[in-house]
């Protein structure tokens, strides 16, 4: 019995020092990564996108970053901000997560805004673009890892009055937040390049039939500008093709609507559309090859907006914690290492942070094309180091109000 005791009392102090070694040495816990994203509705699809890539990710490094593993939280928020914000609690206050890799939609960040500031959690976004996130209403506790909602749609508003000479454009778009601040920012630089944005039309995020939007469209105008999100443009394009006015009016859109996601899901109607985005499958550098390689054979699927977007969070992470020597557990030194984070080896090329937390990148005009018997974008333009401001001063910029459905004004507008 005494030699029991002796055994007992040998491994509780051996239990005691483990733990204060541990305790010590807080490299040797696992590091806790919450993970924010949509199963079910019409974003479903970025969701499960999204998904795909930070496993990938992590697959790839065996689940340790710096030396450390890595638990991954995955939480749904069903596309609902109420809902969002719970699982944002239970990430942080049930998980201890110690940072939040999410959310998808614009307005699902918006919703966290609080929170995130109140508890002072690490969140990198994936997908959700929100303007005033990284503008007016900065979050010190918020960066991106892809392009704000107009960034990439000012570029190809550019582009289509001074490349493609379009002088009038109609507008349809998802009803919410992203939708507005990309159709926005189109409208900006299309309007200053000498166009006329003469219609908007608004889809609820949830439609099911574009055919009385279709039928509104006017047919005097040049193109059609289109700005959705999930697999809203695949449905779209659809219906659009089935009233027959691909052949009557050519489409230009938002990354979103014409994103490597959803392109399988598109018939041959989809060949030619001209888009624009940080990202492109098409993207020649050895460090896009090698991904495009990867999400084929783990998803039969090249990356695309959400998947990328989750992909590059795990870079960003990954730098900052090498960067603080693993050390995620100092927050304000982790948020300081995130927020001057750069990568040479991006597969979106160069990629470093604004001093508002948002990408300084490139943007690619993109085409639709048939690829190895798929469609995919092909890069037909780019345009190097865009950032959330385009060309504008920044004091300039934000003395204005935030894109919305309202501002810019719209001024060509015709009944």
């Known amino acids: 019995m005494k030699m029991l005791s002796a055994k007992l009392i040998f491994a509780l102090f051996g239990t005691f020092i483990a733990s204060f070694a541990l305790a010590a040495n807080p490299n040797a816990e696992p590091i806790r990564v919450g993970f924010l994203t949509i199963k ?29 593993k890595v638990e991954l939280f995955i939480a749904d928020t069903s596309g609902q901000p109420a809902i969002t914000k719970t699982k944002a609690q239970e990430l942080v206050e049930k998980n201890k997560v110690q940072v939040i890799i999410g959310p998808l939609a614009a307005f699902e960040a918006l919703a966290l805004d609080e929170y995130i500031r109140k508890m002072e959690i690490p969140t990198i976004a994936p997908s959700a673009a929100a303007e005033d996130l990284t503008q007016r209403k900065a979050n010190p506790w918020f ?23 379009m002088k009038r454009i109609a507008i349809i778009g998802d009803d919410f937040a992203f939708g507005h601040e990309t159709a926005a920012g189109f409208q900006r630089t299309f309007e200053e390049g000498g166009g006329k944005i003469v219609q908007k039309l608004w889809s609820p995020l949830n439609v099911t039939d574009y055919g009385p939007y279709i039928v509104q469209i006017q047919p005097n105008v040049d193109a059609v500008y289109v700005a959705f999100a999930g697999g809203n443009g695949a449905k779209f394009l659809k219906q659009y093709n089935e009233y027959g006015m691909i052949k009557k009016l050519p489409l230009l859109g938002s990354m979103t609507a014409f994103d490597e996601g959803i392109l399988p899901s598109m018939g041959p109607e989809a060949i030619g559309i001209i888009s624009s985005g940080w990202y492109a499958a098409g993207i020649n550098n050895p460090a896009n090859l090698r991904l495009v390689k990867e999400m084929n054979a783990a998803y039969k699927m ?15 992470l990954e730098q900052a914690l090498k960067d603080t020597k ?40 993109r085409k639709v094309q048939q690829v190895n018997g798929k469609l995919s974008n092909t890069v037909i333009k780019t345009y190097p180091n865009v950032t959330q401001f385009w060309t504008y001063k920044t004091s300039d910029f934000l003395v204005n109000p935030v894109y919305s459905r309202d501002h810019p004004p719209a001024n060509n507008l015709e009944k």
């Open 302 to 316: 090249d990356p695309g907006y959400y998947s990328m977007g989750a992909y590059n969070a795990g870079l960003m």
């Open 326 to 365: 693993g050390n995620i557990e100092n927050k304000q030194q982790f948020m300081a290492a995130l927020k001057t984070v750069q990568i040479n080896d991006d597969p979106l090329g160069k990629f470093k942070l604004d001093a508002l937390g948002n990408p300084v990148m490139d943007v690619y005009i």
């Open 143 to 165: 960066v991106r890892a892809v392009g704000s909602s107009a960034q990439t749609s000012h570029a190809l508003g550019d582009y289509a009055a001074k490349d493609l000479k």
């Open 40 to 68: 079910s509705g019409a974003l479903a699809a970025g969701g499960k996108q999204m998904e795909d890539g930070i496993q990938l990710f992590l697959k790839e490094r065996n689940y340790t970053l710096n030396g450390r």
